[in-house]
């Protein structure tokens, strides 16, 4: 290929450039958005060349908007957080059609008559920062990574309206096929494979290094609107059409029905379709179309009234039952799961299920060797929903929990009243640490990034964490002889860590992972208490006078604060500057 002959002024250089993008852009939208192609891949290789060796030698000619900004980045040790200028609400589930039928009495009532989403902000038509829906009001600065996207422009393309802002709400998903490339290239280099493409949309988003966000080819559908200056929507149809128009991916398969009854059609028309796309659907999402009856109806605290998400029966097959084991979870809950034969499930492999508890197995009567039918709906862990009795062997046997954990050797207990068999030995139990330190860790509670449960393992097996608080004492020598850690994910780790030092008191009491309290109880407790010293004095009574703090969860989280270790953990949360933030409106304290 002959090198393209390059302006000397920067002037010329500059026009190149603009020209050059603007015909890049031109191609992207056809070919990615419109699935018709202008120019062949040479053509196209041509022109990308010729702009990355302008920009190579006029550096400041590169521009946010520009393709060649699509490539990644260097690495970096953690995601800033972005503030979404109107939170990101998450939809209600139907799972029939009367359950349609209720969302549109309501919608009229009120009016008297899987993906994973993110946030896209364009200014001026560029676009600027991408974020993560997080918990709705505060989400991950993930653009670096969402400029990989192909399909995504960086600058919005036609239409006679540009807006000043716009948040433009989307969903990332990557294909069946991109999915099983991915998964084939780790299982080469003997990497854990994903789960399901959901979890490898969300692990490719969630990259320090964009460099590998960008070699997985990850695309995105456009749906819903955020704040906006300078543009409004009259219809959620008029919404998806504008952004075609610039350049925005949005799902073709769409339609605006007259009725509810229409509505129930359209879903039932895709009853069988879904299984052909070359993506995962377990539902359709339907919205009032007119955006001033939107904002008439509003949204509850976490979900608008104007649209709610279709689910459609989860997919069953059959499979064996090669094993049964136990696992222990961080309350102690012993919880049995089913070791299956693998069987594809709706394009996910599935190898294990849940049998939740003892009850659940002896009302089934799942043995050792049966045949059943498993089931995986949305994100929850498969489980088996019925065993195929015929052709049952002769040789099976009843299961029955074992009486002593398996982690620790302790003689479980079922409580009174309860279904679950507990491992009572919570200050010893290896198992139950592991998972408090996982659960700890974890994205929604300190979010420390890098400490995999292997490595918490080795953690907990060199004597080194004992209970969460450890963690904040860990030096670099302590990590580097883990296995597959090396110098600079040590660094990341405990820079993870000691960012981790600045918390919020509802993420904190949360991360503790007290039984029945999960992340809206601990805000909630947060916000009437303010500081951890109050919430750790306070009676089960206190608590339970806190409007939607029942009493099942006031006496579990007073049991918590009441016990020898809890205190210990607190007192060394204090020593190693650990600070938690409470609400803006209450007292807030330096310290424990």
Known sequence: MIAPTLPEDIHQASERARFLRDELQKHNIAYYVHDAPTVSDAEYDALMNELQA??????????PD??????????????????????MLSLGNAFSDDDLRGFDTRVKRALGMDLLAVSLTYENGVFTQGATRGDGTTG????????TIKSLPLRLHGGDVRPELIEVRGEVFLTHAEFARINAEREKTGEPVFANPRNAAAGSLRQLDSNITAGRRLQIYCYGIGETRGYRPDTQSGLLDRYRAWGLPTNPYREVCGDIEGVIAFTRSWQDKKNAMEYDMDGVVVKVNDVRLQEELGALARSPRWAIAYKYPALQVQTKVEDIVVQVGRTGALTPLAILAPVSVGGV???RATLHNQ???????????????VQRAGE????VVRVVFEGRPADTTRYVLPGECPSCGTPVALPEGEAVTRCPNAAGCPAQLQTRLEHFVSRNALDIAGLGTRHIAQLIEAGLVKDPADLFYLKKEDLLPLERMGDKLADNILGGI?????????????AFGIRHCGEKGSSILARHFGTLEKVAQASADDMDRIHEIGRTTAESVAAFFGLPETTTMLDKLQRAGVEAAGDDSAPVSDHF
């Open 66 to 87: 520009s393709p060649t900004q699509r490539v990644g980045a260097p690495p970096v040790s953690a995601f800033g957080s972005v503030t979404h200028r109107r939170p």
């Open 380 to 383: 929850v862990i498969p489980e």
């Open 498 to 510: 000691d960012k981790a030092k600045k918390t919020t008191l509802a993420r904190l009491i949360f």
């Open 359 to 373: 009850g659940e197995i002896a009302r089934k009567d799942v043995r050792v060797g049966d045949m059943v039918v």
């Open 349 to 351: 492999i599935v190898s």
């Open 54 to 63: 302008l920009e190579t030698r006029f550096p400041e000619l590169v521009s």
């Open 140 to 147: 991950e600065d993930i653009t670096i990574n969402l400029r």
